[in-house]
């Protein structure tokens, strides 16, 4: 994504520079949790956009409480990028277990990653649903302690979920059109 042209001032891209750019459907929380703000981010390999997160974050106090991420994956051409849908949502699910805490030294945050991948990782697959612009849609779920994610292949996207807390009905996501208007 380019940001600036010679001679021209720094520009930050929008939300909608950043759907076109990923040109793939983003899916997000039907309804977040109230009073949560949900903070988008991006992520690429090899020069191409690969994810945008969509994470939802409570920020009452001094501190960020993360309540949920939804990450959507579209597909690349790579040899370093794993495919494999049950492995993105252990990472996902690992990264969201780590994120927020605080560690001092290089060794404990290498536990803290380490537990985390860990957990992720004993976590046992089963099947699920989540509901997707209103339908049911068939998935796998992960289950460590209070949190859940789930993973669903949506047309050429992969979608992981994870949830801070286990949601009271159904997980629903909405599609965010490719190229949100302006």
Same mark, same amino acid.
């Given at each position: 994504? +380019? ?5 021209? =001032? ?10 076109? +750019?990923?040109?793939?459907? &983003? ?10 703000? !949900? ?12 994810? #945008? ?26 040899? &370093? ?9 252990? =990472?996902?699910? =690992? ?11 290089? +060794?404990?945050? !290498? ?18 649903? /989540? ?7 068939? !998935? ?11 993973? #669903? +292949?949506?047309?050429? #996207?992969? /979608?992981?979920? &994870? ?14 059109? #490719?190229?949100?208007?302006?």
């Amino acid at each position: 994504m +380019e940001y600036a042209a010679p001679g021209e =001032s720094f520009r930050l891209p929008g939300l909608p520079d950043v759907f076109t +750019e990923f040109g793939r459907p &983003v899916l997000v929380l039907a309804r977040p949790e109230v009073g949560s703000v !949900c903070m988008f981010g991006t992520g690429g390999i090899d020069g191409s956009p690969w994810t #945008v997160d969509a994470d939802y974050v409570d920020q009452a106090g001094s501190g960020v409480t993360h309540l949920a991420l939804v990450r959507t994956h579209r597909p690349v051409e790579s040899r &370093v990028v794993d495919r494999d849908p049950l492995g993105l949502l252990r =990472s996902a699910v =690992s990264s969201f277990l780590t994120n927020g805490v605080e560690a001092g030294s290089p +060794e404990e945050q !290498c536990r803290i990653l380490d537990d985390a991948h860990a957990a992720a990782e004993a976590a046992v697959a089963r099947p699920a649903v /989540v509901r997707i612009d209103g339908g049911p849609v068939g !998935c796998v779920a992960l289950e460590i302690g209070s949190r859940r994610g789930f993973v #669903v +292949e949506h047309g050429d #996207v992969v /979608v992981t979920v &994870v949830l801070a807390v286990a949601p009271a009905g159904d997980v629903e996501l909405v599609t965010v059109p #490719v190229t949100a208007s302006r």
